[in-house]
Structure formats: structure tokens, C-alpha cells
């Protein structure tokens, strides 16, 4: 017969699952290096090189005591080995350097920046890298758009690295800020350069977005990052940088498309399609670019950068295999960089170009381990977009927005590396170390022993 009982026949409520304490600071600190690594240039302005090389040392320092204590699982035969082989010739070029102690000073920071994207990419799971990358670039934009607005109001003009206001009636060559946020310019942001500025932007509403298709909480801010980072993305006014969200978006659609494939050999008409549109967009801007740039308001010689690249080439042809030395940037003080090649009457201190520059500064044995890197990345990064996630015999897994990512920003630092050298530096070294190690790690989000060890941290998953 039926009884009448008051005890529950469900589970006791529990408390939801939360993050410990040394989790959240844990992913804290890994903004804080994203942070520096995507507004790096901007803390040499704002504080100088002596102090900001301080505090790369000892954020290095302090994420090595991290790792020992903190033992993630790590597989070493997965690890970036051809990054390494580009850093292991990087090295050896000390021994020839026509500048010495620059290489010396810039090899630090390539491993420094190395030794971070890898930290990152070995305590963080997928999802907590997205989240590290989204809140690091909300730091860049809101700091940019903050910086420019007071500049407006308060300086009403030029501003100078370090804080100082030029004297009334001088034009500076190379101001910080032009001030220019409601005078209609283009606008340089915390970075002081404006092509820097909109490819952070651009990394910006990438992963913004993809936060927003994971289905993130506070979707509204989310949106409304997205806006302010459009906003500072349009107003810098890069040429470079509109190329690169073009292909950033024939890329997200071909990943798009791709991931609808349901037979074996489907996706080799996608790819002729898109190759054909991608080669021929290409061509047709660049025999139509006079045109185009007059539109823009730029000169067919991107702004100087033929001239610039002419330079670089006759000095790098002097030694084409082993090259002069590495100097990611160059350093100004070096006699044979120091007014080399002027622009507004400064120093140039990049080639303008991350494969001359690798040229210049490793000859084509550096280019080709180069390449190599970029290779296996971009190979490695658009299979983890498009190839459904697979470990037994389901093939019915959906795909997850976070994949995207990597393929993503490899499409950004591809554009960009033929007119700038950022993708050897700061963050764009670091997002090819960081995604290039993840994917090799861990090639599927949240499966894994590192992933799964991670998440018990968390408190996504129970203890043993």
C-alpha cells in the first residue's frame, strides 16, 4: 500500500560549482601577461623601456615559480619544436651579429614572450584562454578609447611618450596621441600607432564574437564592446587592417562552409572556389590599388613602404644566407640602424615587413624556418576549425565556436606580416606560440588530461 513519507526521494540541493580562489587568480595573471603583450608598445610609451623591460622580467619570473608549483600535465614530444628551431637560430645569429648587444637585449624578449605563450596555453583550458584573450583585449580597448578622450579634453592637441606636452606652436614628429578623437583624424589609441591599434581592435571583435557565439554571459556588454572596439577600429583608419578583416572574413566563411561537409571529397570544391576568390581578390586589388588608395586617401607606396622595403633589401642581399643578427625590433642607439631610415624624421626601427625583416635579420635560412612555423600553425590551426571533434567512433559532435580562434587570428597576422613586423614580436609571437602549443596539447577542447585536470581545479569535474 502506498505510504506517505517526508524525506525527499531526490538528491540534496548542493551548491553550484565554482572556480577556487587559485584558479581565478591564476587566470588573473594570465590576462595581466596578455595584457602586456597586447599593449606592450603603449607601456614603453607610458612608463619608458627601462621600466617596462623590468616588469617583463619579473612577470617572467613569477609565471616560471607558477609553473613549478603548479605542475601541468605537459607533453614534450607536442611541443612548437619548429618555433623552437626559429628561436635556436635567433640564438646562434649572436655569435655573427653586426649588433651585438641589441641581440642580445631583443633575444631576451623573444623568449621571454616564447616562455609566456606557452604558460598560458599549459594552465589554461580552451574555454579559460578565450575568456584570458577576451578580458585582456577589453583592458586595450577601454584603456585606448579613455586615454584618447582625455587627451581630447585635457590636452587638446599632441601628447608625447611619457606623459609631456609638446611646447605650443611645435608639431612633433611621432606624438603618442594626436589628440585627434573630435577632430576627425586618425586616431592612435594607447598604442601611439595607429595600424597597431586597429589590428588589436580587430583582435578585439574577433574574440568578442566568439565569446558571444559560446554563449557568454552579460551578452549586451558583450555587443557593446564589440561597438567600441569597431569605433577605435574604423577611426584608426588602416589600410592593412581593412585588408586583414576582409580576409579574416573569407576565412570565417570558408571554415563556415567547410564544417557542412558531409562527404569525403566535398570539400575540395570549397576550397578551389575560395581559392579562386581569395588569389583573385587579391590580384584585382593590387593591380587596382593606386585607385583604391587614392580612395582611401592613402599613396600607392603604402605610405613610404616601398622605399622602406628597397632599403632593407639591398642591406639584407649583402648576407643572404645567415643575415646581420638578430633585432626584433631594431634597436635606434645601433650606428648602423641609428637614421638608416628615416621616417618623419625618425628612425625607422622595423622593416615593415616580418619576412624582410626576418631576411635582414636571419637571411633565408631564417625565412625558411619561419615559413615552417607559419606553416605548421596555419596547417594545424584551420583542422582544428573545420575537423569535428573525434575520439571514438561518434561523428556527430558539434563544432565549437571556440575552435575559430586560432584560424582566425592566423588570418590577421598573415595580412599583417606583409606590411608590419608585429607577428615576430609581442602578442603576435605570443598567439602563434600560445594557439600553435594548445592545438598540439590539447586538439580537442575539453578532452584531455591537461583540460580534465584543470577543470577539477574549477570545480567543473569531481576529484578522482
Known sequence: MAMYTTHPVSALPTAPARETTGHLLLRGWCVLLLVLALGGVGIVAAVGPVVTAGVVIVSALVSAVIWAVTRPPLAVRRLPWLAFGYLAWATASIAWSAWPLASVVTWLLLIITTFQGLFVGAVLTWRDVVRAVASAAKWIVGLSLIFELAVAVFVRGPLLAGFVVPAPGVEPAAPWSNGALFSGGRIQGLLGNADLLAAVMLVAIIVFGIRLAVGAPR??????????????????????????????????????????????GERTRWYLLYAFIGLGGGATLWINRPALFDLLGRGADLTGRDSIWADVLARADQHPFIGWGFSTPWIPTEPLIDRWILEDGQTVIQAHSMWLDAYLQLGGIGVALLTLVYLAYLWRSWFFAVDRPRWDLRD???????????????????????????????WGWMFVILFGAKIKQTPLVGVGPSEQSISIERGELPRG
Open 219 to 264: 551578452r549586451v556588454l558583450l555587443v557593446v564592446w564589440i561597438a567600441v572596439a569597431a569605433f577605435l577600429f574604423v577611426r584608426a583608419e588602416s589600410i592593412t587592417a581593412w585588408i586583414a578583416a576582409a580576409f579574416v572574413a573569407l576565412v570565417l566563411a570558408t571554415v563556415l562552409v567547410m564544417r557542412t561537409a558531409r562527404r569525403p
Open 396 to 426: 556527430d559532435r558539434p563544432h565549437s565556436p571556440l575552435t575559430l580562434l586560432p584560424t582566425l587570428l592566423g588570418a590577421l597576422l598573415v595580412v599583417q606580416g606583409l606590411t608590419d613586423s608585429g607577428p615576430l614580436l609581442l
